[in-house]
């Protein structure tokens, strides 16, 4: 584990148990800690509205009404958080507007209000239904990485990096882990809620809000794209222009794009 950009030295150790079997029971899985990878699903695709048959499971006791919090529960269920992923704003809005308030949402919804709603979204709403993101079993992944979260938290040697004083600070008992997958698949555990000091990770998110600010082309201009042969706090250039966005000089050039002139 990086120093600098956790805060904390790990000293190196066989591996566990818990990581052993992972290996083993992913090595020919086809998928991430064993677990198949969902195979991509287009049949959807040119529908008007959802299959009404995803929404069966998520009705009220009457087999009549949709119940939205049983809806918002089974989307959680595969790792999405639709109230704060922008994705659905669209669709909550939708649902919302449904409410005589307009700012809430509503308990229960017919099937057809209920579908319009989503109809917005239907594709990607269908797929977390269907199982088809990228972590289908979202349950079982997060049992797995939970139980080698407990089994690490065991490990108490190496100590606190003190390369600058923000670093000496970290209470070395505060641990966590933080997930997202490329579907927006969330999952978090621990002190995960704690501020750190991200060190050198900045680099990484400023090379990224450089990118999408300005473009890869631009950026490369200035910043090369090959290794450097040399410490990543080297002040180090190679036609002038740092080797690459990891390294210290390769972290002033973004910042220096992003500053308004």
């Known amino acids: 584990v990086s120093t600098q950009s956790t805060g904390v030295a790990v000293n190196s150790r066989p591996k566990s148990s818990m990581v052993q079997k992972v290996e083993s029971d992913g090595a020919g899985g086809g998928g991430f800690l064993g677990i198949p990878k ?13 299959d009404e048959n995803l929404l069966l499971e998520f009705l009220e006791d009457d087999g009549v009404d949709v119940s939205t919090a049983k809806f918002l529960q089974g989307l959680s269920k ?11 704003k669209i669709t909550i809005d939708k649902i919302k507007a449904m409410s005589s308030d307009k700012d809430t949402i509503p308990e229960v919804m017919d099937m057809d209000s209920f579908k319009r709603c989503l109809s917005s979204n239907m594709v990607f709403i269908t797929q977390a239904l269907c199982g088809n993101l990228v ?5 079982d992944f997060t049992h797995i990485i939970r139980e080698i979260f407990e089994e690490c938290r065991q490990a108490k040697t190496g100590k606190v ?15 966590a882990v933080s997930i997202c997958t490329v579907d927006g698949q969330r999952f978090s555990v621990g002190d995960f809620k704690d501020a750190f000091p991200i060190q050198d990770l900045n680099r990484v998110l400023l090379y990224t809000l450089c990118c999408t600010d300005k473009s890869v082309d631009y950026i490369h201009n200035y910043i090369g794209k090959e290794p450097s042969g040399s410490e990543g706090d080297a002040l180090a ?23 308004p002139p």
């Open 38 to 50: 969902a195979p991509s699903d287009t049949s959807n695709i040119g529908q008007t509205a959802i």
């Open 78 to 88: 595969n790792g999405l958080r639709p109230l704060s992923d922008p994705r659905f």
């Open 135 to 139: 972590i289908p079993k979202w349950g």
């Open 161 to 175: 990096a003190d390369l600058t004083p923000q670093m000496a600070k970290v209470n070395a008992e505060k641990y």
């Open 237 to 259: 250039l190679k036609n002038k222009k740092p080797h690459n966005p990891l390294l210290l000089t390769g972290g002033l050039t973004p910042y220096s794009a992003l500053i």
